[in-house]
């Protein structure tokens, strides 16, 4: 629990990349959950978790207005938790994925409030706004940002210190064979990502075709390897 | 003040450009349900309109910040034309209602054309690549470094090319947006994406599972068969919350058993 500030600043910092500031995607979790990882000294891990949720994330992408899950700071929670048991234990993956999934659900409502919270305080300063008060617009999208850092700074708090333990305890009493879990949360995730893939670009003139040769690439290389 | 046509040669000073280009990168800080970008777009103009006569306690500067700053829509890097060319067309001194009719045509296109070109495209495309990267091996920093590399190479060029094309063209910018990559971009990069997803799916759960591959022709299977269940299930429930919950049984089993 020594970890929790650090942890929860550096949720905060990815939460704002995700919409508000610069969105340079450090908020993706093939780099969050590393940087979670990294954290604690264990980046390998955090990459073997990122590389899981960036699969599952595939199918939430940022389009407007519509409701989608904060991947910024869930992936660093997923990082840390799957870092912090360095020795991989049966399920620790399936578990540090489950608690990442849960905080990004989380954090998809958390970024809703905070927009009904911006539209709030846009509305209690609609008179300034209309005369052209330059420092309603500018104070307007400063505490914007500032909510939005707090946001990530309390989820990932929050998610952290209530996930870890939980994810400690059932990891302790797990049962299933470790690379079966492994297998089964790999594959949810891929599926996942197969069907986010088909709905992009199965539009797209040839794409299944060009799926397919890929596909014959992939398999070759893998089994090449 | 100039009107449009003899205002071609005007020049934004590289401090106003800079400050623009650092505010564009937090254009969705105030973000909200009712006026979506519009804040965010007056506060990314704001620098230029202090070049308005009486600077910034004028009324030329007030009206101006006050115009820009309601409801705009648009992709947050393509906001990045219509910043340009608001901020040309305010110092160029033209009529206001010409102004919002720019605005309100310009919302459609730089929303639709951005969702496509970035969020469908450049970022899964970018995304999968760094997957395939990783599924072969590759070291943490490689994979983390050639994701945010290549993803922000795109991004950065879309929202400098944006300012400057915005800036450039004023209210004429509509033309631009017949560019070659905004038209024809989504679809080249969609075939690109294709084949990197049927790349990087084995090779990532190649790397994930690890050595022994017994099992990887059972899961393989199974992907393909959970694909399928996710693409016919698209209308009912997204993929992401089934797979928490199907992880979430999967712990419940384990952990009970």
Not at chain 1, 31 to 51: D, F, Y
Not at chain 2, 65 to 94: M, Q
Not at chain 2, 194 to 213: D, E, Q
Not at chain 2, 241 to 248: D, K, M, P
């Amino acid at each position: 629990m020594l970890q929790l500030l650090p942890v929860a600043i550096l949720g905060a910092v990815l939460g704002l990349d995700v919409v508000s500031f610069p969105q340079a995607m450090i908020s993706r979790p093939v780099v969050a959950a590393t940087l979670g990882g990294t954290l604690i000294g264990e980046s390998s891990s955090g990459l073997l978790v990122g590389a899981i949720l960036e699969l599952i994330a595939l199918e939430t992408l940022p389009f407007g207005a519509s409701r989608y899950p904060e991947w910024g700071s869930a992936a660093v929670v997923g990082g840390v938790i799957f870092g912090s048991h360095a020795a991989h234990p049966a399920g620790a993956m399936t578990l540090a994925v489950l608690s990442a999934l849960a905080t990004t659900w989380v954090g998809g409502w958390t970024m809703v409030q905070l927009r009904k919270l911006n539209a709030r305080w846009a509305g209690k300063r609609r008179d300034a706004l209309e005369a052209g008060a330059r420092g309603s617009v500018v104070s307007l999208q400063l505490i914007g940002m500032t909510a939005d850092l707090a946001r990530g700074f309390v989820l990932t708090a929050i998610a952290y210190a209530l996930l870890a333990p939980l994810a400690a305890f059932c990891i302790g009493r797990w049962s299933i064979d470790a690379r079966l879990s492994r297998s089964m949360v790999v594959g949810v995730a891929a599926s996942v990502a197969g069907g986010a893939a088909w709905k992009l670009f199965h539009s797209t003139n040839g794409a299944r075709w060009l799926f397919l040769g890929g596909l014959a690439v992939g398999l070759f290389m893998l089994f090449a390897q | 003040m100039s009107g449009p046509s003899g205002s071609s040669a005007r020049r934004l000073p590289l401090g106003t450009r800079a400050a623009i280009f650092l505010r564009l990168l937090a254009i969705q800080g105030s973000w909200n349900y009712e006026s979506l970008l519009g804040n965010g777009v007056g506060f990314c103009i704001e620098p230029a309109l202090r070049l308005l006569p009486g600077g910034v306690h004028g009324p030329a500067f007030k009206s101006a910040l006050a115009r820009e700053s309601r409801y705009f829509n648009a992709h947050p890097y393509l906001a990045a034309i219509a910043v340009g060319a608001l901020a040309r067309a305010e110092l160029d001194g033209e009529a206001p209602e010409r102004i919002e009719r720019f605005r309100t045509a310009l919302c459609g296109p730089l929303g639709s054309v951005g969702d496509r070109l970035v969020w469908a495209g450049w970022l899964p495309l970018c995304s999968l690549a760094s997957l395939a990267i990783f599924g072969l091996g590759a070291s943490t920093v490689t994979v983390v470094a050639f994701f945010l590399v290549a993803y922000n190479a795109g991004h950065f060029a879309l929202r400098v090319w944006g300012l400057e094309t915005g800036w450039r063209h004023g209210l004429r910018v509509a033309a631009s947006l017949g560019n070659p990559v905004l038209r024809r971009g989504p679809q080249e990069i969609g075939r690109l994406a294709a084949v990197a997803t049927g790349v990087a799916i084995p090779l990532a759960l190649g790397r994930v599972i690890g050595p022994g591959r017994s099992l990887m022709g059972i899961v393989l299977v199974a992907v393909t068969l959970g694909s399928i269940a996710i693409v016919r299930l698209q209308r009912r429930i997204e993929g992401w919350r089934l797979s928490l919950f199907v992880l979430a049984l999967f712990v419940l089993i384990s952990v009970i058993h």
